[in-house]
C-alpha cells in the first residue's frame, strides 16, 4: 500500500477547521500542493519505512534533537532570570524606581509570548531548522547588544527583541518532538523539554553579585552560542519538507509551488486570526491557558518575591537568596519524575488495554489531577509560614511543592492539548497558550514588590492561593467531559469514538 500521500501525526498534517472556512481552502490547497503525485516509478515507496522519515532515525539522531530543543529552551528561560537580581543595580546606576527597574525582565517575558505567534507558522512554511537557526543567531546579537547599552530604554528595547527573537524556539519544539517520536514515545522527550527552561534561576544571583548586570548578559550569550552548536547537530523533522526532499531525490515529479498570496493568506490565518478564536471559542483551549497562565504567573512572582521575603524576613544576601531557587528546581524535578511515573504505570497501561485504538487525550491529565491539589497547599503554606519565628527551610519547601504541582500542570496540559488537536490547529493552539501564559507572567512581578508590602507576606500568597483553588477543577472537569467538549469543537480534534 502506497503511503506517501499520508501524514500519519498531530502536527505533521495540515488540517481542515471547518468546511466553509476561507482559511480552510487555503489549507487544503496548501497540504495538496505538499503531496507528492503517486506515478508507477514511485508506487514502491513507503514513507512510514523510509530513513528518511525522523521516526525512524537511529536512537543518536533523536538525542541530537532533544540536545537541541533542551538547551534552546534552557538559553531562553537562562534570559528571564538571569537579569532579575539586577533590579537594585539599574536602579543605582540608571536611577530608576524599583518597579521600573523589572520592566526589562517583563518586557523579555512578553516577548516570549509575541515570538511563536510568527515562528509557530513560519517553521510551518518553510520548516523548523531554518527558525531555529535564524531565531537562535538573532537573539544572540540582541543579547549582545545589551550587554553594550548605554541607556536604560536601549536594555529595554534590546531585552524585547532578544526575547523576540528566542522565543520561536519554545513553539516549535513541541512539533520538533511529535515529528521524531511516536506518540507512546513522547513522554520522556517532552519532560526533558519542558524541565530545562525551569532549571535556570540560580545563576543571575551570582553573576550579579560578583561580575555585575552585564556579565548576566555575556553568560547568556554563552549559552547562545553552545544552543547555535547543538542547531549544527541537529537536523530538520518538518515531514511535508522531508518528504519532498525525498521525492526530489529519487527523481519523482514535484509540485509546483502555490503562489505567495496563498501562503501569506494562511501564514496570517494562522499566526493571528486563529490562536485568538481559539482562545476565544474554544473551552479547552480558553480553560487551560488560563489556568496555565495564573499558575506560570504565580511562579514569576517568586523571582521577585523570594529576594523580598528571604531578605527582608530572614537577612538573606543577593547570592543566599539565589540558592532558594534550588527549591524550584528540585520541585520541577520531582514533578518530572511524577510525570514520568504517571505515563509508564497510568498512560500507558491504559493505552495497553485499547488494544491499537485511538488513546483519549485525557489520559494524559493524570499528573495535572495530583498536581492541582498541590499548588494551593504550596501557596498557603508559604505565605503563612515566612516569619523570623518559623525556620526559612519552611517556606522553601513550600516553593518546592507549589513548583512540583505547577511542572505536572504545565507538562500535563501540554501533552492533552497537542493529543486534543490536529494539524494546524495546534500549532494556533499552542501559540495561544504561549500568548496566555507570557503576557501574564510579563504584568505579575511588576506589581508583586507592593502586593507583598501592602497586603503583607500572609494575605499576597493567600491571594494567589485562593486563585489557584479557583482554578483547581479544571483538569478534573476536563477529565470527566473532555470527550464530549472535543465532539463540540469546530476544529479538527482526536476522535476516540472507535
Known amino acids: 500500500m502506497n503511503k506517501l500521500d499520508e501524514f500519519p501525526e498531530a502536527g505533521e498534517r495540515l488540517g481542515d477547521t471547518s468546511p466553509s472556512s476561507e482559511s480552510s481552502d487555503v489549507e487544503r490547497t496548501l497540504e495538496s500542493s505538499e503531496k507528492v503525485p503517486v506515478t508507477e516509478d514511485s508506487s514502491t515507496w513507503n514513507w512510514d519505512e523510509d530513513p528518511s522519515n525522523p521516526y525512524n532515525w537511529p536512537t543518536k539522531w533523536k538525542v541530537q534533537q532533544i540536545l537541541m530543543i533542551a538547551s534552546a529552551a534552557f538559553t531562553t528561560s537562562v534570559g528571564v532570570s538571569i537579569l532579575t537580581p539586577a533590579r537594585i543595580q539599574f536602579m543605582e546606576d540608571f536611577g530608576v524606581s524599583g518597579t521600573v527597574a523589572i520592566v526589562p525582565l517583563s518586557l523579555y517575558v512578553f516577548a516570549l509570548g509575541l515570538g511563536p505567534v510568527v515562528g509557530g507558522p513560519l517553521s510551518e512554511t518553510i520548516g523548523r531548522y531554518p527558525v531555529y537557526i535564524g531565531t537562535t543567531l538573532l537573539g544572540s546579537l540582541f543579547t549582545l547588544g545589551v550587554g553594550f547599552s548605554k541607556t536604560f530604554a536601549g536594555i529595554c528595547v534590546l531585552r524585547f527583541l532578544s526575547g523576540f527573537c528566542f522565543a520561536p524556539s519554545l513553539a516549535i519544539a513541541a512539533g520538533t518532538i511529535n515529528e521524531t517520536f511516536k506518540p507512546i514515545k513522547r513522554a520522556i522527550p517532552s519532560t526533558i523539554f ?64 502555490q503562489p505567495l498570496s496563498s501562503k501569506a493568506r494562511l501564514f496570517a490565518t494562522v499566526a493571528l486570526l486563529r ?118 527551610a519552611s517556606p522553601t ?70 486563585i489557584a483553588i479557583a482554578l483547581l477543577p479544571v483538569p478534573w472537569v476536563f477529565f470527566l467531559t473532555g470527550k464530549r467538549l472535543r465532539a463540540l469543537s469546530k476544529f479538527e480534534v482526536a476522535d476516540d469514538s472507535g
Open 275 to 392: 490562536p485568538i478564536q481559539m482562545l476565544l471559542t474554544e473551552p479547552i483551549v480558553a480553560f487551560v491557558c488560563l489556568y496555565v497562565a495564573c499558575e506560570f504567573a504565580t511562579l514569576f512572582c517568586f523571582f521577585a518575591a523570594v529576594p523580598l521575603v528571604f531578605g527582608g524576613v530572614y537577612g538573606f544576601g543577593l547570592e543566599d537568596s539565589g540558592l532558594v531557587f534550588l527549591a524550584i528546581v528540585v520541585g520541577c524535578l520531582l514533578g518530572a519524575v511524577t510525570v514520568l511515573l504517571c505515563d509508564v504505570f497510568l498512560y500507558r497501561r491504559k493505552a495497553a488495554k485499547l488494544q491499537g485504538q485511538q488513546i483519549p487525550a485525557e489520559f494524559r491529565l493524570y499528573p495535572a489531577l495530583i498536581g492541582s491539589i498541590g499548588l494551593p497547599i504550596g501557596l498557603f503554606w508559604f505565605g503563612w509560614t515566612s516569619k523570623a519565628s518559623i525556620h526559612w
Open 194 to 257: 519542558i524541565l530545562t527552561p525551569f532549571l535556570g534561576p540560580v545563576i543571575g544571583s551570582f553573576v550579579v553579585a560578583r561580575k555585575g548586570w552585564k556579565w548576566t548578559q555575556w553568560t547568556l550569550l554563552f549559552f547562545s552560542i553552545f544552543t547555535m552548536i547543538t542547531i549544527l547537530m541537529a537536523r530538520e523533522t518538518f515531514h511535508p519538507v522531508l518528504k519532498r526532499r525525498r521525492a526530489k531525490e529519487l527523481g519523482l515529479p514535484l509540485p509546483t509551488s
Open 397 to 466: 519547601v513550600a516553593i518546592m511543592l507549589f513548583a512540583w504541582g505547577n511542572l505536572c500542570v504545565f507538562v500535563s496540559t501540554t501533552q492533552y492539548i497537542v493529543d486534543t488537536y490536529h494539524g494546524l490547529t495546534v500549532a494556533s493552539a499552542m501559540s495561544a497558550n504561549s500568548l496566555a501564559r507570557y503576557g501574564l507572567a510579563a504584568a505579575f512581578p511588576l506589581f508583586t514588590v507592593q502586593m507583598f508590602t501592602k497586603l503583607d507576606i500572609g494575605w499576597a500568597s493567600s491571594l494567589l492561593g485562593f
